[in-house]
Every structure is written in structure tokens, then in C-alpha cells.
């Protein structure tokens, strides 16, 4: 949808999969098997959780760039608490992670990428736009951290347009 660079480290996974589904065309990349290799899932039971999972962390992105929920989903933290993570400690430089209990989940590499972007301050920095047909992630490298949309070109420019209208009494055309 947009030329940003894609989110650092763990939360790249996150906005991958975030970006799976297009809002506007209505296509899943999880309905095909190309589109779910890169997350490790199935067909079946692993894609209807992943794509529980997926609008979950929609609504947390939505939350950071100050939007409500578009939908009703189960709150992040009860999908995520099924995914445990173990602290580990490097014995050469005492330095320590968060990494996945069960690596092969993809609920437990989200929970990891999660929480390195919490310890990094990175987190709230992954957004979704705020246009309603979009909600496209991308990672708000602005300044102020509070950029509104994937594409300020696209997603920005409709939204300015429809609000100049709205002032000037210009019905949409």
C-alpha cells in the first residue's frame, strides 16, 4: 500500500502480518499457501488463529495512532498469554532476551517481537492508517510520532480532500 520502510527488528513480523489482509480489495494473503509460508501456518485452525491474532494486533495499532477498534476481537493479551517466553541470558556478555517458548508459534514470535519492541520504546511506533477503508501497518518514523496515515500521498490526501469538502460544502465527487 505505501513505500515506507517496512518496522524494525521483531516488529517487521508484526507488520507483516498485519499487512495480509487489504481492506480496500478485500484480499487475505492467508487464504493462500504462498501467503502463509512466511508466518509457518497450515490451512485450518493455524489460519483462523493467525487471523484472530492479526486483527488483535490491528486494534492495538489502531490504539497507538489514537483511533478506536474497527471491529470487536479478543483482547491482545488473551491470545498472547497462551504464547510464553523465557528470559535468556547470554553467558559471555550477561546480556538478556525474551525469547520464544515454543518458537514455532507464531503467536509466541509475536509475543517476543512485542516485547522487544516494549523494551526498545518501539512499540506504540507501529500504527495503522486511520483511513477506514486502509488501516494499513507501518512503522511512524516521524519526529513527533504522530503521523496518521500509511501514505500521505494516498490515505492523507483523501482524508484532506474530504475535509476541505466537508468545509466548503463540496459534495464528494
Known sequence: MNDRAPAPGGLALVQALLNTLDLESGADALDTAEGREPF??????????????????????????GHGPHASVPPLSQLLAEAPLLVTVSGEDGSASLTPAEPSTLASRVAAAIAEAVAAGTWGR????????????????????????????????????????????????
Open 126 to 173: 507501529l500504527k495503522a492508517c486511520e483511513a477506514a477503508d486502509c488501516h494499513w501497518a507501518y512503522y511512524d518514523r516521524s519526529p513527533a510520532g504522530r503521523s496518521r496515515w500509511c501514505d500521505m500521498g494516498v490515505c492523507g490526501a483523501r482524508a484532506k480532500m474530504r475535509a476541505y469538502r466537508a468545509r466548503k460544502g463540496t459534495p464528494p465527487g
Open 40 to 65: 509457518g501456518l497450515a490451512a485450518g485452525a493455524q489460519t483462523e488463529s493467525a487471523r484472530e491474532l492479526r486483527e488483535s494486533l490491528r486494534v492495538a495499532c489502531l490504539a497507538h495512532a
